[in-house]
């Protein structure tokens, strides 16, 4: 298993070098949205294609450095790869992708050297304590990196991978999510998510109340900008903890898979009152999801996804029957009696069904798969 990060550098840059990559970004991301807009007019998606179709006239235009001019190219077609059916579109703040031909790094001497419009620039590296862990030598960067800027403070994303070997455990724990509880692991650890709905609904008055006068006050402007992002990050650390929260679970079961739920789409499917809907479609699941990857990935522990449907009303007895769950916190089966925490249940029943997925794909091979109880007991 490859484990994958990213380090977050900021630059130290003087006036003129602070000006020099304001001028390339401005130009790059030009050249992104010239060949952007190339791209989905002409129905070209192809790399090479487009490099024949634009790249004089994005020279001419841009003034960009040979390098950086394919580097947008390549930018634009990976987007269009992803998606071909949407015109893709660069913001004025758009990062700018660096290689080993425009980007040379001396992480032992704390510092860098970038291609611009004016030449070659020079910045010095703020290496913290964090970064110096992953830049030992232990894990490997990658030639391809990023540049980006918020306000006048530049930074270098920089990536490091290492290879971990898979957890050798055949351990399984689920995790069920939902909007009261965040996660609910079949552990018993619980994650409530109270905290994340009180920060959405005050920053959205906030802004409302803000954006809705007709003159607004340079206070009011000045607030504005500082808000800007602050909800994104306060509900991102919240999920990281929750995330090496589930990782450490799993460490301590010795557990070398974690199961969630596949939530793709949930938004289309769900339906909700007009007063829901900011909670209900603004809801992190798959920001959380992925970073309980990115966190299993450093451990060797496997994330998997099963379907959700009906995990909250499956009974262990084996019924099925949306009457199991008489409230949103409540399960009791109707035929056996079974009662317990609605959530509790989902992740136990996320668990099961990912154990009995792997088991039949097991039998199927062997050519002899069992069935009913032998089924299940050849499971566990």
Aim: with cysteine; hydrophobic share 35%.
């Amino acid at each position: 298993m490859k484990a994958t990060l990213t380090l977050k550098i900021k630059l130290e840059t003087t006036t003129a070098a602070s000006d020099s990559l304001s001028g390339t970004q401005k130009a790059y991301v030009v050249a992104l949205n010239q060949v952007s807009e190339v791209a989905f007019e002409k129905k070209v998606f192809n790399s090479v294609a487009l490099h024949h179709i634009t790249y004089r006239d994005l020279r001419e235009l841009t003034k960009l450095p040979a390098n950086l001019v394919c580097s947008a190219r390549c930018v634009v077609a990976e987007a269009y790869k992803r998606d071909k059916e949407k015109r893709h579109h660069w913001k004025e703040s758009a990062a700018m992708r660096y290689d080993a031909r425009t980007l040379t790094a001396r992480i032992d001497q704390e510092f860098a050297t970038l291609t611009t419009l004016d030449g070659r620039v020079r910045v010095s590296l703020i290496l913290s304590d964090y970064h110096r862990q992953y830049l030992d030598g232990t894990w490997e960067i990658e030639p391809t990196a990023t540049v980006s800027h918020k306000g006048r403070t530049w930074y270098l994303h920089l990536i490091a991978t290492r290879d971990i070997p898979d957890s050798e455990s055949e351990g399984v724990i689920g995790v069920d999510s939902g909007i009261k509880r965040i996660a609910t692991v079949n552990t018993g650890k619980v994650f409530k998510g109270g905290i994340i709905k009180h920060i959405r609904e005050r920053r959205f008055k906030q802004r409302r109340d803000l954006q809705s006068a007709r003159h607004k006050s340079r206070n009011q402007r000045r607030l504005l900008q500082r808000l800007a992002g602050k909800e994104k990050r306060l509900v991102d650390w919240l999920l990281w903890n929750v995330a090496n929260e589930i990782v450490g679970e799993a460490l301590k079961t010795g557990a070398g898979t974690i199961v969630i739920e596949d939530l793709k789409g949930i938004r289309e499917r769900i339906k909700c009152a007009r007063k829901q809907r900011l909670i209900m479609h603004g809801w992190p699941f798959s920001s959380l999801f992925l970073k309980i990857a990115h966190v299993a990935s450093k451990h060797g522990i496997r994330v998997k996804s099963v379907d959700a449907r009906n995990t909250s009303r499956r009974c262990r007895c084996g019924h099925v029957d949306k009457a199991n769950r008489t409230t949103q916190s409540t399960f009791r089966c109707v035929v056996c009696g079974y009662s317990h925490n609605a959530d509790y249940v989902a992740s136990h029943n996320i668990a099961v069904r990912y154990v009995e997925q792997r088991c039949e794909s097991v039998t199927t091979r062997s050519g002899s798969a069992p069935s009913g109880r032998a089924k299940k007991a050849a499971c566990f």
